[in-house]
């Protein structure tokens, strides 16, 4: 069959269709991602919607490459367990229960028809529907009902799977717009639901994978020749760093001065990738002042093996040079990029030297425990961590606001347990959902106390009593995280409009338990104004600095609070936590 013609009708999708289609779904996410992430409603710098769901729907695709069948149900079946095991934020783990019901759907079907698939995406809406304790129309779950009504209706007239999938996604669009009618939050901020969005993205792409139109190799081909000059403006950082650095661990654990060094890069470049192993640390950034990073190498210990690579000279010589080469498909696979060759070598050395230090780190390690039931928490910032482990906390993931662990990273941490009983602490709402799944893929005894902020699991962490069984102990756990009230504060990432309020970005934002109450241009003068409109009698004050915050600073802001407000007690502890200058608990 030629191209022409698969496109003017399709009657059944085989397993190469049905790879082509996945993996034409992923690279359209990863193109929309970006947008999907610009229309997330409060301006927090949180764990994005559509890179959540990207890298969510990545670990499925991903699945794929390791199940050579030829029919359509085991690959789905394959989808489905990436899905759950990458699932990351609400958004992430909604998705990984719409692949879910779709796979489901298509159990023992070697081949697909359009009756098939109209039932599969039918079965993804209820499945995920099902999955969320309160649903809430005018989301991602409403776009995929109503584009899976029209799916339904569809099919009784036709047996054409692009007539179905055109249907299908003209009516998930219509659907998308009417999202703000639906929620009011949305209509303030007069952005359609993000989630939504990611799920039309999902079944454009797929409709473009079965077409054939996102594997087009000649026209990439044709693309590629009329770059010439252009590609390499598109880099926005010129050098391809690395070096290594020997580094004194007697006073520092080697994994804490990783997770300082990773937070310090994020303002010298990007395709950061920060990895070591007793007392050497191999850091490789793509930076624009490669001799600032050197310096910086050398405060922290001996430098060596320096390698820096200009790759703007090396991707105009690339280009140049494959303008009389053959077209490479590999380079149009899951990731649809054309990469320097300082880039592609880079990452592979990168990925190898990682490879092999989470073998030694990940292998076949056992956490032993010594108590009854362990604790597993999320957490980011020395101090806090620090903090969280001396309170009990056996393991901690390092992740929260913009990091979301996936649902396999927190298997993987429970697995290592040398016991069954196992508490988790999520510590952020957008990680909940992921922890929870766990119970799915373990035999474990797990129990999610769900709480939402570091004092909330500070303040479950005090009653911690493991004379108690595991039933009991969550029960104290989730009693005592009802009596703490936490406030946040950061800056936008983006301007907005919420809860009546015109945000800035770059505005600093004040939030009580998730919600956003104040804004001001200076730090403290939200503190003081946050402080003002959520204080109801609290006697003990904790004050968790973030990693730009300096003690003095910090000290001064506590003086102020004692001066200003009638409160028993204040304490003020380092957290270094990123993004968030302060958090303080109130109880």
């Known amino acids: 069959m030629t191209n022409n013609d698969k496109q003017q009708e399709l009657k059944t999708i085989d397993s190469e269709n049905f790879r082509d289609m996945i993996i034409a779904a992923l690279n359209w996410l990863q193109q929309q991602k970006s947008f999907i992430d610009s229309l997330n409603v409060f301006p927090v710098p949180d764990g994005d919607t559509g890179t959540n769901m990207f890298l969510t729907f990545k670990e499925a695709a991903a699945a794929l490459e390791n199940n050579d069948s030829n029919s359509c149900s085991d690959l789905a079946q394959s989808l489905s367990k990436g899905a759950l095991m990458g699932a990351r934020g609400n958004s992430g783990v909604i998705l990984s229960q719409l692949i879910r019901g779709f796979s489901q759907s298509l159990k023992g079907k070697k081949k697909i028809r359009a009756k098939d698939l109209a039932q599969a995406l039918n079965k993804a809406s209820e499945v995920a ?76 792409g797929m409709l473009r994978g079965l077409k054939g139109e996102e594997i087009d190799y000649e026209a990439a081909k044709k693309e590629l020749r009329t770059q010439k000059s252009t590609v390499a403006e598109d880099i926005k950082f010129t050098y391809c760093t690395q070096l290594l650095i020997e580094v004194d661990t007697r006073n520092k654990k080697i994994d804490r001065m990783i997770s300082k060094i990773k937070h310090d890069m994020q303002s010298y470049g990007d395709s950061i990738m920060v990895v070591g192993d007793d007392d050497i640390i191999k850091i490789h950034v793509h930076t624009n002042h490669p001799g600032v990073l050197l310096e910086y190498g050398l405060k922290k210990g001996k430098v060596f093996d320096i390698k820096i690579d200009n790759m703007k000279k090396q991707n105009i010589e690339k280009v140049e040079r494959e303008k009389d080469s053959d077209f490479d498909h590999s380079e149009f696979h899951f990731e649809d990029q054309t990469k320097t060759e300082a880039e592609e070598s880079e990452a592979e050395i990168v990925e190898s030297d990682e490879k092999e230090l989470e073998a030694k780190d990940n292998g076949d390690e056992v956490i032993e425990v010594s108590k009854n039931t362990a604790i597993i928490s999320v957490a980011n910032g020395e101090g806090i961590i620090n903090i969280l482990k001396e309170l009990g906390v056996d393991f901690v993931i390092e992740g929260g606001q913009s990091m979301n662990p996936s649902t396999n990273d927190f298997v993987q941490a429970v697995e290592k347990m040398n016991i069954d009983n196992i ?52 029960k104290e756990m989730e009693a005592e995280i009802e009596y703490v009230k936490t406030l946040e504060i950061t800056q936008a990432v983006k301007d907005s409009k919420v809860n009546g309020m015109e945000i800035k970005e770059g505005d600093y934002i004040g939030l009580c338990d998730g919600d956003i109450i104040v804004t001001a241009e200076e730090i403290e003068e939200t503190v003081i104004s946050l402080l003002d ?40 502890y380092e957290g270094g936590q990123p993004l968030y200058p302060y958090i303080i608990s109130l109880e």
């Open 129 to 204: 529907y099902h999955g969320v304790l309160k649903p809430v129309e005018g989301t991602i779950l409403t776009v995929a009902r109503e584009a899976a009504e029209q799916a339904l209706k569809t099919v009784e007239d036709t047996k054409d799977i692009f007539a179905l999938m055109e249907a299908t996604i003209e009516e998930a669009e219509e659907s998308l717009a009417r999202t703000p009618e639906l929620l009011d939050v949305l209509k303030e901020a007069e952005v359609v639901d993000a989630g939504g969005q990611g799920y039309v993205s999902i079944l454009k």
């Open 533 to 572: 409109k959520t204080n109801e009698a609290e006697e003990l004050v904790t004050i968790y600095y973030g990693e730009q915050i300096t003690k003095e600073e910090a000290e001064k802001l506590k003086e102020k609070m004692q001066e200003k407000y009638d409160f028993d007690e204040i304490e003020a």
């Open 423 to 474: 508490i988790i602490l999520p510590n952020n709402k957008n990680i909940i959902s992921a922890a929870k799944q766990v119970s799915e893929v373990s035999n474990k005894n797990i129990a999610i106390i769900e709480t939402k902020s570091i004092p909330q699991a500070v303040s479950a962490l005090m009653v911690y009593d493991d004379q108690l069984s595991p039933e009991e102990l969550k």
